[in-house]
């Protein structure tokens, strides 16, 4: 280093006034360093541009992917079901059910069974006294499947205890029955089996196999084989006919019975649940599946708020910005980070070609444009439902024609997926664009440091030599004033 590149310094020279010179001698050599600064902070910038841009992009290619799903799959094929009674009726339809109208006249609602004990004196001691301590063993039919049940009686204990030994039993061997104690008054109680499940195929049948459990407690073998009606204190069947305990009704004409209230298996893709039952005289209820255009209108609102948000994201990011100087002297534009990035401007097309072409592959008369079901494209590449009745005159009139417009070889959604799925997928453009913008980073990342480095060694050397001017200059001060003494 030349001593011309030096800064003046003085014997009166400082440690912060060296510090200072060699700050502004390194500030002075930097430029470089901030310049490549300015390009990673830009290349950050854009990383983050394209990671926010391929969110949105794999948020949009959701909606696509499900709209371009076919047959049952297809969200345009949603059905719903009305009920002209629903206090006696209720139902759902699948996408797969057909559109109709059905009578319904519901005459039976399905119960489980019910099996009541005699009302025993809670303190009595009946039941041990007749068994005797030990462990006595029961067993429990239900569904065709018969499990027995052992419980253990101690000398001298009470009805209640009893019964409640029998419930909690029974409840652990987990074999769908259900067993209770009610107290109907304040000194009597009633041991109480229930079925999990509805229907005659579900009906309890119990037996004593050692010990006279079941029948100490009113469940004698005439009782449970004639299913003898329960009453107010004698024990018995809340139903004494199976054939009560399954739901009966009769759908179009013909007559059903299902061991349960809610019905899958009559109608494709419709689920009924019986609510309430009828007189044989009363109108039936109808029962009306037609396509669920509140939900099909909700998916075509998140398709289009998707797709939005794709356009206002390139938009915002390839559209330059003007601004209005304070001093009138003219505006100043401010360069978008996309701009002129012709990928983004192809996307842009393309997106829109899409939306602009008919179908080429949707049956003759049936809708071939997103305009044809009241979708319109807006001036600024935004989609808007602008026309609802359209779409549910299209969902009524030809329903598998909207979802044909979405999912058939040449649909809307099709060709939008396959458009979308080249910028989102692993290894696709938009990785591409993340992958390359941080490795020039990672190098731009490279340079700084090494630059950064040379800097330092140089401003290190600086730092000694003024150390060693600023010294040599004390020395000879000192060395002139011992002189001047002489």
Same mark, same amino acid.
């Given at each position: 280093?030349?001593?011309?590149?030096?800064?003046?310094?003085?014997?009166?020279?400082?440690?912060?006034?060296?510090?200072?010179?060699?700050?502004?001698?390194?500030?002075?050599?930097?430029?470089?360093?901030?310049?490549?600064?300015?390009?990673?902070?830009?290349?950050?910038?854009?990383?983050?541009?394209?990671?926010?841009?391929?969110?949105?992009?794999?948020?949009?290619?959701?909606?696509?992917?499900? @709209?371009?799903?076919?047959?049952?799959?297809?969200?345009?094929?949603?059905?719903?079901?009305?009920?002209?009674?629903?206090?006696?009726?209720?139902?759902?339809?699948?996408?797969?059910?057909?559109?109709?109208?059905?009578?319904?006249?519901?005459?039976? @609602?399905?119960?489980?069974?019910?099996?009541?004990?005699?009302?025993?004196?809670?303190?009595? $001691?009946?039941?041990?006294?007749?068994?005797?301590?030990?462990?006595?063993?029961?067993?429990?039919?239900?569904?065709?499947?018969?499990?027995?049940?052992? =419980?253990?009686?101690?000398?001298?204990?009470?009805?209640?205890?009893?019964?409640?030994?029998?419930?909690?039993?029974?409840?652990?061997?987990?074999?769908?029955?259900?067993?209770?104690?009610?107290?109907?008054?304040?000194?009597?109680?009633?041991? =109480?089996?229930?079925?999990?499940?509805?229907?005659?195929?579900? !009906?309890?049948?119990?037996?004593?196999?050692?010990?006279?459990?079941?029948?100490?407690?009113?469940?004698?073998?005439?009782?449970?084989?004639?299913?003898?009606?329960?009453?107010? $204190?004698?024990?018995?069947?809340?139903?004494?006919?199976?054939?009560?305990?399954?739901?009966?009704?009769?759908?179009?004409?013909?007559?059903?019975?299902?061991?349960?209230?809610?019905?899958?298996?009559?109608?494709?893709?419709?689920?009924?649940?019986?609510?309430?039952?009828?007189?044989?005289?009363? &109108?039936?209820?109808?029962?009306?599946?037609?396509?669920?255009?509140?939900?099909?209108?909700?998916?075509?609102?998140?398709?289009?708020?998707?797709?939005?948000?794709?356009?206002?994201?390139?938009?915002?990011?390839?559209?330059?910005?003007?601004?209005?100087?304070?001093?009138?002297?003219?505006?100043?534009?401010?360069?978008?980070?996309?701009?002129?990035?012709?990928?983004?401007?192809?996307?842009?097309?393309?997106?829109?070609?899409? @939306?602009?072409?008919?179908?080429?592959?949707?049956?003759?008369?049936?809708?071939?444009?997103?305009?044809?079901?009241?979708? $319109?494209?807006?001036?600024?590449? $935004?989609? !808007?439902?602008?026309?609802?009745?359209?779409?549910?005159?299209?969902?009524?009139?030809?329903?598998?024609?909207?979802?044909? @417009?979405?999912?058939?070889?040449?649909?809307?959604?099709?060709?939008?997926?396959?458009?979308?799925?080249?910028?989102?997928?692993?290894?696709?453009?938009?990785?591409?664009?993340?992958?390359?913008?941080?490795?020039?980073?990672?190098?731009?990342?490279?340079?700084?440091?090494?630059?950064?480095?040379?800097?330092?060694?140089?401003? &290190?050397?600086?730092?000694?030599?003024?150390?060693?001017?600023?010294?040599?200059?004390?020395?000879?001060?000192?060395?002139?004033?011992?002189?001047?003494?002489?």
């Amino acid at each position: 280093m030349s001593s011309s590149s030096i800064p003046a310094l003085d014997s009166s020279s400082t440690a912060s006034s060296v510090d200072q010179l060699v700050t502004e001698y390194v500030d002075s050599i930097s430029q470089p360093v901030y310049e490549l600064q300015s390009q990673e902070s830009n290349i950050n910038l854009l990383v983050s541009i394209y990671q926010n841009l391929k969110s949105t992009l794999s948020s949009f290619e959701s909606q696509t992917s499900g @709209l371009k799903s076919v047959g049952t799959l297809s969200p345009m094929r949603a059905k719903t079901v009305s009920s002209s009674d629903a206090s006696t009726v209720t139902a759902t339809a699948q996408p797969g059910a057909t559109l109709g109208t059905h009578s319904l006249l519901v005459t039976q @609602l399905a119960k489980y069974d019910t099996l009541v004990s005699s009302e025993m004196s809670q303190s009595g $001691t009946d039941i041990s006294d007749a068994d005797g301590a030990g462990t006595s063993t029961f067993s429990v039919t239900i569904n065709n499947k018969t499990t027995d049940i052992k =419980v253990a009686v101690n000398s001298g204990d009470s009805n209640s205890k009893v019964m409640a030994n029998i419930a909690a039993a029974l409840n652990a061997a987990n074999i769908g029955v259900n067993a209770s104690v009610v107290n109907d008054t304040s000194s009597t109680a009633r041991l =109480v089996f229930t079925s999990n499940n509805s229907g005659s195929t579900n !009906s309890i049948s119990v037996a004593d196999v050692s010990g006279n459990m079941m029948e100490d407690v009113g469940w004698t073998a005439g009782v449970i084989s004639d299913r003898t009606a329960s009453s107010s $204190t004698g024990a018995g069947f809340v139903n004494s006919d199976t054939g009560s305990l399954d739901a009966k009704f009769t759908l179009d004409g013909i007559p059903i019975a299902r061991s349960t209230n809610t019905i899958s298996d009559v109608l494709n893709g419709v689920t009924f649940s019986l609510l309430g039952t009828q007189q044989p005289t009363d &109108d039936p209820v109808t029962l009306t599946v037609s396509p669920d255009t509140s939900a099909i209108q909700t998916t075509v609102q998140s398709f289009i708020s998707s797709y939005n948000k794709v356009i206002s994201s390139l938009s915002q990011n390839m559209t330059d910005t003007s601004t209005n100087s304070s001093d009138g002297s003219g505006a100043t534009v401010t360069r978008a980070p996309l701009a002129g990035d012709v990928t983004f401007m192809n996307l842009q097309l393309s997106l829109q070609n899409i @939306l602009m072409s008919p179908v080429s592959s949707a049956k003759s008369g049936n809708p071939n444009s997103l305009s044809a079901i009241g979708i $319109t494209l807006n001036n600024d590449g $935004t989609l !808007s439902l602008s026309n609802q009745s359209a779409l549910t005159t299209a969902l009524t009139t030809s329903p598998t024609g909207v979802s044909d @417009l979405f999912n058939s070889t040449n649909g809307v959604a099709v060709q939008l997926d396959n458009l979308v799925k080249s910028f989102t997928s692993p290894g696709g453009i938009m990785d591409q664009k993340v992958n390359g913008g941080q490795d020039q980073i990672s190098s731009m990342t490279d340079m700084i440091n090494s630059m950064q480095s040379s800097i330092n060694i140089q401003a &290190d050397a600086m730092r000694n030599q003024f150390t060693a001017y600023q010294s040599l200059l004390i020395q000879m001060n000192q060395t002139e004033s011992s002189l001047n003494t002489i």
